[in-house]
T-cell receptor
Framework: SQKIEQNSEALNIQEGKTATLTCNYT??????LQWYRQDPGRGPVFLLL?????KEKRKERLKVTFDTTLKQSLFHITASQPADSATYLC??????????FGTGTRLLVSP | NAGVTQTPKFQVLKTGQSMTLQCAQD?????MYWYRQDPGMGLRLIYY???????DKGEVPNGYNVSRLNKREFSLRLESAAPSQTSVYFC??????????????FGDGTRLSIL
Protein backbone atom coordinates (compact mmCIF):
# COMPACT_ATOMS: atom_id res chain seq x y z
CA SER A 1 0.00 0.00 0.00
CA GLN A 2 1.04 3.61 -0.46
CA LYS A 3 2.68 5.21 2.52
CA ILE A 4 4.39 8.49 3.42
CA GLU A 5 6.51 8.51 6.56
CA GLN A 6 7.78 11.45 8.53
CA ASN A 7 9.39 11.10 11.92
CA SER A 8 6.58 11.41 14.43
CA GLU A 9 8.97 12.27 17.23
CA ALA A 10 9.79 15.94 17.70
CA LEU A 11 13.22 17.09 16.59
CA ASN A 12 14.95 19.24 19.20
CA ILE A 13 17.94 21.31 18.13
CA GLN A 14 19.86 24.33 19.35
CA GLU A 15 19.66 27.71 17.70
CA GLY A 16 22.24 28.12 14.96
CA LYS A 17 22.41 24.42 14.09
CA THR A 18 21.08 22.82 10.91
CA ALA A 19 17.80 20.97 11.21
CA THR A 20 17.25 18.01 8.88
CA LEU A 21 13.80 16.49 8.47
CA THR A 22 13.09 13.32 6.52
CA CYS A 23 10.19 12.27 4.30
CA ASN A 24 10.17 8.68 3.04
CA TYR A 25 7.57 7.20 0.75
CA THR A 26 6.67 3.83 -0.70
CA UNK A 27 4.55 2.78 -3.66
CA UNK A 28 4.36 6.29 -5.07
CA UNK A 29 5.98 7.72 -8.16
CA UNK A 30 5.54 11.43 -7.55
CA UNK A 31 6.55 13.94 -10.16
CA UNK A 32 6.53 16.68 -7.51
CA LEU A 33 7.10 16.91 -3.79
CA GLN A 34 6.13 19.87 -1.63
CA TRP A 35 7.02 21.00 1.87
CA TYR A 36 4.73 23.01 4.14
CA ARG A 37 5.05 24.64 7.53
CA GLN A 38 2.21 24.52 10.05
CA ASP A 39 2.02 26.56 13.24
CA PRO A 40 -0.36 25.62 16.09
CA GLY A 41 -3.91 26.68 15.33
CA ARG A 42 -3.07 27.71 11.76
CA GLY A 43 -3.31 26.18 8.32
CA PRO A 44 -0.26 24.84 6.49
CA VAL A 45 1.84 27.34 4.57
CA PHE A 46 3.67 26.35 1.39
CA LEU A 47 7.47 26.54 1.53
CA LEU A 48 9.10 24.73 -1.39
CA LEU A 49 8.31 22.52 -4.36
CA UNK A 50 10.81 20.20 -6.02
CA UNK A 51 10.38 18.26 -9.23
CA UNK A 52 11.48 14.66 -9.78
CA UNK A 53 14.24 15.75 -12.16
CA UNK A 54 15.64 18.24 -9.63
CA LYS A 55 18.09 16.90 -7.07
CA GLU A 56 18.10 19.98 -4.88
CA LYS A 57 16.17 23.22 -4.37
CA ARG A 58 17.10 26.17 -2.19
CA LYS A 59 15.27 29.17 -0.82
CA GLU A 60 17.10 31.41 1.63
CA ARG A 61 17.97 29.16 4.64
CA LEU A 62 15.89 26.26 3.33
CA LYS A 63 17.12 23.38 1.19
CA VAL A 64 15.19 20.39 -0.11
CA THR A 65 16.59 17.29 -1.77
CA PHE A 66 14.62 14.67 -3.68
CA ASP A 67 16.03 11.21 -4.31
CA THR A 68 13.60 9.17 -6.40
CA THR A 69 15.84 6.09 -6.14
CA LEU A 70 15.82 6.11 -2.34
CA LYS A 71 12.23 7.41 -2.36
CA GLN A 72 13.22 10.09 0.10
CA SER A 73 13.22 13.84 0.51
CA LEU A 74 15.33 15.71 3.04
CA PHE A 75 14.40 19.19 4.26
CA HIS A 76 17.16 21.30 5.78
CA ILE A 77 16.97 24.55 7.71
CA THR A 78 20.40 26.10 8.18
CA ALA A 79 21.24 28.55 10.98
CA SER A 80 17.98 27.59 12.68
CA GLN A 81 16.15 30.10 14.86
CA PRO A 82 13.51 29.69 17.58
CA ALA A 83 11.04 31.21 15.09
CA ASP A 84 11.56 28.13 12.91
CA SER A 85 9.82 26.00 15.57
CA ALA A 86 6.75 24.51 13.90
CA THR A 87 5.47 21.30 12.34
CA TYR A 88 6.76 20.58 8.84
CA LEU A 89 4.71 18.53 6.39
CA CYS A 90 5.78 16.87 3.19
CA UNK A 91 3.26 16.25 0.43
CA UNK A 92 3.43 14.14 -2.73
CA UNK A 93 1.46 14.51 -5.91
CA UNK A 94 -0.72 11.54 -6.80
CA UNK A 95 -0.91 12.23 -10.52
CA UNK A 96 -4.36 13.83 -10.39
CA UNK A 97 -3.76 17.39 -9.21
CA UNK A 98 -4.15 16.11 -5.66
CA UNK A 99 -1.61 15.91 -2.88
CA UNK A 100 -1.11 13.29 -0.19
CA PHE A 101 0.36 14.65 3.03
CA GLY A 102 2.63 13.07 5.60
CA THR A 103 1.76 13.38 9.28
CA GLY A 104 4.48 15.97 9.85
CA THR A 105 7.49 16.37 12.10
CA ARG A 106 7.55 18.92 14.92
CA LEU A 107 10.73 20.97 15.09
CA LEU A 108 11.71 22.70 18.33
CA VAL A 109 14.60 25.16 18.19
CA SER A 110 15.85 26.24 21.58
CA PRO A 111 17.79 29.46 22.19
CA ASN B 1 -5.81 39.99 0.11
CA ALA B 2 -7.47 37.69 2.61
CA GLY B 3 -6.42 34.50 0.78
CA VAL B 4 -8.61 31.61 1.92
CA THR B 5 -11.29 32.42 4.47
CA GLN B 6 -13.14 29.76 6.45
CA THR B 7 -16.21 30.20 8.61
CA PRO B 8 -16.96 29.44 11.33
CA LYS B 9 -13.65 29.06 13.20
CA PHE B 10 -15.19 26.91 15.95
CA GLN B 11 -18.40 24.91 16.18
CA VAL B 12 -19.91 22.42 18.59
CA LEU B 13 -22.69 20.17 17.33
CA LYS B 14 -24.79 17.40 18.75
CA THR B 15 -24.87 14.02 17.06
CA GLY B 16 -27.35 14.07 14.21
CA GLN B 17 -27.28 17.81 13.62
CA SER B 18 -26.34 19.20 10.25
CA MET B 19 -24.15 22.11 9.32
CA THR B 20 -22.28 23.69 6.43
CA LEU B 21 -18.68 24.84 6.57
CA GLN B 22 -18.00 27.78 4.31
CA CYS B 23 -14.84 28.54 2.35
CA ALA B 24 -14.03 31.43 0.03
CA GLN B 25 -10.84 32.38 -1.79
CA ASP B 26 -9.93 35.66 -3.44
CA UNK B 27 -6.93 34.49 -5.50
CA UNK B 28 -8.94 33.54 -8.61
CA UNK B 29 -7.86 29.92 -8.21
CA UNK B 30 -9.57 27.22 -10.22
CA UNK B 31 -9.04 24.34 -7.80
CA MET B 32 -10.34 24.03 -4.25
CA TYR B 33 -10.04 21.31 -1.62
CA TRP B 34 -11.45 20.19 1.72
CA TYR B 35 -9.26 18.30 4.19
CA ARG B 36 -9.66 17.04 7.71
CA GLN B 37 -6.75 16.83 10.12
CA ASP B 38 -6.74 14.42 13.04
CA PRO B 39 -3.94 13.68 15.51
CA GLY B 40 -1.54 11.10 14.10
CA MET B 41 -3.41 10.94 10.78
CA GLY B 42 -2.20 14.00 8.97
CA LEU B 43 -4.26 15.88 6.43
CA ARG B 44 -6.73 13.70 4.56
CA LEU B 45 -8.58 14.86 1.47
CA ILE B 46 -12.37 14.76 1.75
CA TYR B 47 -13.45 16.30 -1.57
CA TYR B 48 -11.93 18.52 -4.17
CA UNK B 49 -13.05 20.65 -7.08
CA UNK B 50 -10.66 20.89 -10.00
CA UNK B 51 -12.68 23.70 -11.53
CA UNK B 52 -15.99 25.49 -11.16
CA UNK B 53 -18.82 23.07 -11.74
CA UNK B 54 -16.89 19.89 -10.93
CA UNK B 55 -16.37 18.01 -7.69
CA ASP B 56 -14.70 14.69 -6.93
CA LYS B 57 -14.28 12.45 -3.92
CA GLY B 58 -11.06 12.29 -2.03
CA GLU B 59 -9.79 9.73 0.44
CA VAL B 60 -12.52 10.10 3.12
CA PRO B 61 -15.77 11.39 1.52
CA ASN B 62 -18.32 9.36 3.49
CA GLY B 63 -20.69 11.50 5.54
CA TYR B 64 -19.92 14.69 3.64
CA ASN B 65 -21.25 16.59 0.64
CA VAL B 66 -19.79 19.57 -1.14
CA SER B 67 -20.96 22.39 -3.37
CA ARG B 68 -18.79 24.52 -5.63
CA LEU B 69 -21.09 27.53 -5.57
CA ASN B 70 -18.96 29.62 -7.92
CA LYS B 71 -15.26 30.07 -8.62
CA ARG B 72 -14.67 31.69 -5.20
CA GLU B 73 -16.71 29.49 -2.88
CA PHE B 74 -16.59 25.81 -1.94
CA SER B 75 -18.74 24.58 0.94
CA LEU B 76 -18.67 21.34 2.92
CA ARG B 77 -21.86 19.94 4.44
CA LEU B 78 -22.34 17.40 7.19
CA GLU B 79 -25.88 16.12 6.85
CA SER B 80 -26.02 14.12 10.09
CA ALA B 81 -22.99 14.75 12.25
CA ALA B 82 -21.30 11.85 14.05
CA PRO B 83 -18.67 11.96 16.83
CA SER B 84 -16.16 10.44 14.36
CA GLN B 85 -16.37 13.68 12.41
CA THR B 86 -14.87 15.66 15.27
CA SER B 87 -11.81 17.15 13.63
CA VAL B 88 -10.15 20.27 12.29
CA TYR B 89 -11.31 21.02 8.75
CA PHE B 90 -9.12 22.92 6.31
CA CYS B 91 -10.05 24.42 2.98
CA UNK B 92 -7.36 25.06 0.38
CA UNK B 93 -7.10 26.43 -3.13
CA UNK B 94 -4.57 26.30 -5.94
CA UNK B 95 -3.99 27.33 -9.51
CA UNK B 96 -5.00 24.67 -11.99
CA UNK B 97 -2.03 22.70 -13.15
CA UNK B 98 -1.04 19.21 -14.06
CA UNK B 99 -0.35 16.78 -11.24
CA UNK B 100 0.93 18.34 -8.01
CA UNK B 101 2.78 21.17 -9.58
CA UNK B 102 0.89 23.95 -7.85
CA UNK B 103 1.21 25.02 -4.21
CA UNK B 104 -1.94 24.90 -2.16
CA UNK B 105 -3.06 27.87 -0.06
CA PHE B 106 -4.85 27.00 3.16
CA GLY B 107 -7.32 28.71 5.42
CA ASP B 108 -6.86 28.59 9.18
CA GLY B 109 -9.39 25.87 9.72
CA THR B 110 -12.70 25.16 11.40
CA ARG B 111 -12.47 23.29 14.70
CA LEU B 112 -15.55 21.09 14.90
CA SER B 113 -16.59 19.07 17.94
CA ILE B 114 -19.50 16.66 17.80
CA LEU B 115 -20.94 15.51 21.09
Amino acid sequence: SQKIEQNSEALNIQEGKTATLTCNYTNYSPAYLQWYRQDPGRGPVFLLLIRENEKEKRKERLKVTFDTTLKQSLFHITASQPADSATYLCALDTGFQKLVFGTGTRLLVSP
Amino acid sequence: NAGVTQTPKFQVLKTGQSMTLQCAQDMNHNSMYWYRQDPGMGLRLIYYSASEGTTDKGEVPNGYNVSRLNKREFSLRLESAAPSQTSVYFCASSEAGGRGAQPQHFGDGTRLSIL
